[in-house]
């Protein structure tokens, strides 16, 4: 990492996000699960899902457009499935009901070895990796996916984005193998639409074939960029497509309808999918060489990194070295770009702006 970033002490993070969203009507509680959410996202260098991005998000779709209730409850559907639970958010903040779900995920999964939880009628939840990271870091392998706000991405070989940009995040409890949770988090864009405003702001350009202009023509200038393409050609769209057959399953709306303005007859937000599994319960106890499932899990990824690959990145690992770099410098790593837009967030909530001369550099 060349760029020199400002190191935002931890605290005075949490106040500006807090306060942000306290003024815009949300509770403590909702307000104290952002602050979680854009900080992890932070501290492991998701630069694309911190506050920044997150309260935008709220700016356009959420509570300032009916798309986001502020202090909504969610409503437990009724069920025959002990293991398997879906909620109606009721537009409740998607952090908070990301956080909830995932804690429920592994309360179920202690009882049953697996935990299901579907949510219909949400709110983004941002960072998908960060529900699942937190999983593994206690020891369970977690999934979750997710619908966009917005269709943004344009089907394999169409014309009209039709899909979100529909993320995957899995989370495997490797701590005690490699020293980190991996972690293997990602849109089905070649993009996220989150980096293509990282990239307007700090005016850098677009890896060619990730997006195109309001023609369908292909751009690499974020201004231009009104639609995104999936990674993969036909692979991204597979994977795309999996979260809108979910979210159908469970309740979804239309996709190119969602955050618009209402349709009579129609519901517009997101829908969310999580499953924790516990290690043991998938234990066939067959490992070879006398191997424990721990040891057998270390073996597996030390061969899937030996034979001269002992230079290969896991999934995880970046963000792992980014958490350590952050630590190291004492708080939070924001550019100045970041800087300047946290400080109009403080203004706008009415509390202290961040002082960017006393902020030491990282």
Request: aromatic share 8%; charged share 20%.
């Amino acid at each position: 990492m060349s760029e020199t970033f400002h190191v935002v002490p931890v605290e005075a993070h949490e106040r500006i996000v807090r306060e942000a969203y306290r003024q815009r009507g949300f509770d403590d509680a909702e307000s104290g699960h952002a602050v979680a959410l854009a900080a992890a996202a932070t501290r492991h260098g998701i630069r694309t899902h911190n506050a920044i991005k997150a309260l935008h998000l709220d700016d356009l779709f959420g509570s300032k457009a009916a798309g986001c209730v502020p202090g909504a409850s969610i409503r437990r559907l009724p069920t025959r499935f002990e293991a398997t639970e879906t909620w109606d958010a009721g537009k409740k903040l998607g952090q908070a009901v990301a956080w909830e779900a995932i804690d429920r995920c592994i309360e179920l999964a202690d009882r049953y070895g697996t935990g299901t939880v579907a949510v219909d009628n949400a709110f983004h939840y941002l960072w998908g990796g960060g529900y699942v990271m937190e999983a593994a870091k206690r020891g369970y392998i977690a999934y979750t996916n997710c619908t966009a706000s917005l269709a943004e991405v344009v089907p394999f070989a169409g014309k009209f984005p039709t899909l979100g940009t529909n993320p995957h995040s899995w989370g495997f409890p490797t701590s005690d193998a490699v020293g980190f949770p991996i972690v293997i988090d990602w849109a089905t864009s070649v993009v996220a639409m989150g980096r293509v405003q990282q990239f307007l702001r700090e005016g850098k350009q677009l890896p060619p074939h990730a997006a195109v202009d309001a023609n369908g023509q292909p751009t690499t200038d974020p201004a231009q960029a009104k639609a995104l393409l999936p990674f993969g050609a036909h692979k991204g769209y597979g994977l795309a497509l999996i979260n809108e057959l979910v979210a159908a399953l469970v309740g979804g709306s239309l996709p190119t309808i969602r955050s618009r303005e209402p349709v009579a007859g129609e519901k517009q937000s997101c829908c969310f999918y999580f499953q924790v599994t516990h290690p043991e319960s998938i234990s066939g106890d067959g490992f070879a060489a006398g191997r424990s499932q721990a040891e057998n899990v270390k073996a597996v990824l030390a061969d899937i990194l030996g034979h001269g690959n002992d230079t290969c990145l896991l999934p995880g690992q970046l963000e792992a070295d980014a958490a350590k770099r952050s630590d190291a410098a004492g708080g939070l790593l924001f550019s100045t770009a970041e800087v300047e837009a946290l400080n109009g967030i403080a203004a706008e909530a009415g509390t202290e702006p961040l002082d960017t001369a006393s902020l030491a550099t990282a």
